[in-house]
Nanobody, 114 residues
Framework: QVQLVESGGGLVQAGGSLRLSCAAS????????MGWYRQAPGKQRELVAI???????NYADSVKGRFTISRNSAKNTVYLQMNSLTPEDTAAYYC????????WGQGTQVTVSS
């Protein structure tokens, strides 16, 4: 049974930082790409960042230079460091395991106040 548990969301002022964590179980973590997605109210879920099993990364244009995705295979955990946050980053953030199918975490809310 695959489980993804996110943590680290919260309320932060514009310009601030947060680090999200996603602990994975039930998958061979080191073999799979992992991703972070977000969904703002009234909008579709969108890709934020992906990291492959080999450590290659890809980011949405809107977060390039501000967000960093990383992974620790010893801890089966993927992280999203978010800096220079703006109110436009306010959303529910979801961790995803990109195996033969996509598994989702329950989401963690990030709210950036102006």
């Amino acid at each position: 049974q695959v489980q993804l548990v996110e943590s680290g969301g919260g309320l932060v002022q514009a310009g601030g930082s947060l680090r999200l964590s996603c602990a994975a179980s039930g998958i061979i973590f080191s073999f799979n790409a992992m991703g972070w997605y977000r969904q703002a109210p009234g909008k579709q879920r969108e890709l934020v960042a992906i990291i492959t099993s080999g450590g290659n990364t890809n980011y949405a244009d809107s977060v390039k230079g501000r967000f960093t995705i990383s992974r620790n295979s010893a801890k089966n955990t993927v992280y999203l460091q978010m800096n220079s946050l703006t109110p436009e980053d306010t959303a529910a953030y979801y961790c995803a395991a990109l195996t033969e199918r996509t598994y989702w975490g329950q989401g963690t809310q990030v709210t950036v106040s102006s």
